[in-house]
């Protein structure tokens, strides 16, 4: 079974707003190129709750890194919307798993690096099943 990274990442792609896993979106690290990419970075999980029967909360953080300050928060605003739009409904993510989708703040200014590319992004809570 496809973990919840690799479902997201599909989902996002699935919507247009990246072209593939390991081409311009990636999960849990950011390679030094491309300069236009995406990252889901997983950062902390919740115990199983009794709510959701065998369910759980993760914690993850959306980068967006561009050349631009005006790209980087383009695509962090596409992607949130993409995530807003769902919030609090139960979301059929590919592989059969299911999410409710909570982002947590709007998008943000993380940093901008030694190459003068800007990141943007936000958080999410994500409640689904703990497979």
């Not at 699935?14 to 236009?36: A, Q, S």
């Not at 369910?55 to 993850?60: A, D, E, G, R, W």
């Not at 409710?100 to 940093?111: C, G, T």
Request: contains cysteine; hydrophobic residues 35%.
């Amino acid at each position: 079974m496809a973990t919840l990274l690799e479902d997201l990442v599909q989902w996002i792609v699935d919507n247009g707003l990246c072209e593939g896993d390991g081409i311009d979106i990636f999960r849990d690290y950011l390679p030094d190129t491309p300069d236009k990419l995406v990252c889901l970075i997983e950062y902390d999980s919740d115990l199983p709750t009794t709510k959701f029967n065998q369910s759980c909360v993760h914690y993850i953080q959306i980068v967006c890194r561009d050349v631009t300050a005006s790209g980087a928060l383009q695509k962090a605003t596409q992607i949130f919307n993409l995530f807003h739009r769902v919030n609090e409904t139960v979301t059929d993510l590919p592989n059969g798993r299911w999410a409710l989708i909570y982002p947590r703040q709007a998008p943000f200014k993380i940093d901008e690096d030694e190459k003068r590319r800007v990141y943007y992004g936000f958080n999410v809570a994500i409640t689904t099943s703990i497979n």
